[in-house]
């Protein structure tokens, strides 16, 4: 009877846990640019905009406008949401955690790609070549961090900053 309870339990776990990843969400909307507080431009995908782009990634993100310096507000906003959603599986040298490091992430992926990994992470895992990769490497998929949009570009802006643009 035991065993029998046990089995149960596992089989419950394993359900709950494997039900919930294959939500898949389509985006309808008009492009638009959306300026976040720092008046950045932040363009997302209309009805005609390709649902995936190996360049971009799977996500709204087609265009994000960086600049050559780095935007030392946004980089401190980044450094914070990188202490409480990403230090605990990334480090921010090339040695790989649970994830792989970030040095050097910011030349080796456009931004657009970045931002829309961190916003997008289960359809970039099932459809991006290069996050696959990065998968079978790593061996652990990216949980969903319901990062904003904000969040997104303030972690790409602290990305820049740890590989060195000031």
């Not at 309870?5 to 919930?20: Q, R």
């Amino acid at each position: 009877m035991k065993k029998l309870i046990v089995l149960s339990i596992i089989a419950i776990i394993m359900y709950a846990c494997n039900s919930g990843g294959s939500n898949e969400t389509t985006q309808t909307t008009p492009t638009t640019t959306t300026p976040d507080p720092n008046g950045e431009k932040i363009s997302t995908p209309g009805g005609d905009a390709p649902a995936y782009d190996p360049n971009r990634g799977a996500g709204k993100f087609t265009h994000v406008d960086v600049g050559d310096k780095l935007d030392a507000s946004l980089a401190s906003g980044g450094e914070k949401i990188y202490g409480v959603k990403c230090s605990a599986c990334h480090k921010l040298t090339e040695e790989k955690l649970v994830g792989p490091g970030w040095k050097g992430v910011t030349e080796r992926f456009k931004p657009e790609w970045i931002m829309n990994f961190v916003t997008n992470t289960d359809e970039m895992l099932n459809k991006d070549p290069k996050a696959q990769a990065l998968l079978e490497i790593c061996l652990v998929r990216m949980p969903n961090q319901n990062l904003t949009d904000n969040d997104a570009r303030q972690l790409l802006e602290y990305m820049r900053k740890n590989d060195g643009i000031k």
